[in-house]
């Protein structure tokens, strides 16, 4: 089945350390992008990228940074420089032409201890 | 400046009834509209589009209705069950350029938690 892939479901590490969150993709789709969910708001977007070795920031980057090697991949390092990590990361892809939903994987749960 | 907006936080329906969730958007560049459902701890799944050139579009138990005039968009449930239990967000869609490329960025609601009760 095809389908977008993130790991691990929770993630714990310790204040000032990186961490790199997986999303790998089967769907076969140019673009990817990451969000962060936070209680009671909705999906902020963190990084996107069309096509590989390309990517731009969205609307909250800082302290984020993200790698597209491959069509299938497209891992975000949370760096120390994040004020406030602590959230629900989704990855999500879609067809880059035209209107496309984008499809979700299940998310990635930070906490900072 | 919240170009998406969902002002209902939560609704509260029996089962069989219809269920309507409302969002409502400022940019009139927007011209494709989505509705995702989400279960805690789940990614959100695509449930109905709608282009702006439309005023309705109907999948199943799900219809979504769009009125451009007054940047209402709406989703009607009908029956509703207890499985459609969940958040909905809405999202809309605006091409934008960056870096030579350009693409359809999706701006989302902060969700309504839907309860349905048998």
């Known amino acids: 089945d095809g389908g977008i892939t993130q790991s691990p479901k929770y993630l714990f590490r310790k204040e000032g350390q990186n961490v790199t969150l997986s999303c790998e993709q089967n769907?076969?789709?140019?673009?990817m992008y990451w969000y962060r969910q936070d209680p009671g708001q909705g999906l902020r977007l963190i990084y996107y990228?069309?096509?590989?070795?390309?990517?731009q920031k969205g609307d909250i980057a800082e302290g984020y940074s993200v790698s597209r090697e491959k069509k299938e991949s497209f891992p975000l390092t949370v760096t120390s420089a994040q004020k406030n990590p602590t959230a629900f990361y989704l990855c999500?892809?879609?067809?880059?032409?035209?209107?496309?939903?984008?499809?979700f994987g299940d998310g990635t749960r930070l906490s900072i201890l | 400046d919240q170009q998406v907006k969902q002002n209902s936080p939560s609704l509260s329906v029996q089962e069989g009834r219809i269920s309507i969730l409302n969002c409502d958007y400022t940019?009139?560049?927007?011209?494709?509209f989505l509705w995702y459902k989400k279960y805690p701890a789940e990614g959100p799944t695509f449930l109905i589009s709608?282009?702006?050139?439309?005023d309705k579009n109907e999948d199943g138990r799900f219809t979504v209705f769009l009125n451009k005039s007054a940047k209402h968009l709406s989703l009607h449930i009908v029956p509703s069950q207890p499985g459609d239990s969940a958040v909905y967000f809405c999202?809309?869609?605006?091409?934008?350029?960056?870096?030579?490329?350009?693409?359809?960025?999706?701006?989302f609601g902060q969700g309504t938690i839907l309860t349905v009760h048998p």
């Open positions: 709608i282009s702006s050139i439309k």
């Open positions: 940019n009139s560049m927007f011209d494709y």
């Open positions: 769907l076969n789709h140019d673009a």
């Open positions: 999202a809309a869609s605006a091409v934008v350029s960056a870096g030579g490329t350009s693409y359809g960025k999706l701006t």
């Open positions: 999500a892809s879609s067809l880059r032409q035209g209107p496309q939903p984008q499809h």
């Open positions: 990228s069309q096509i590989v070795n390309d990517f």
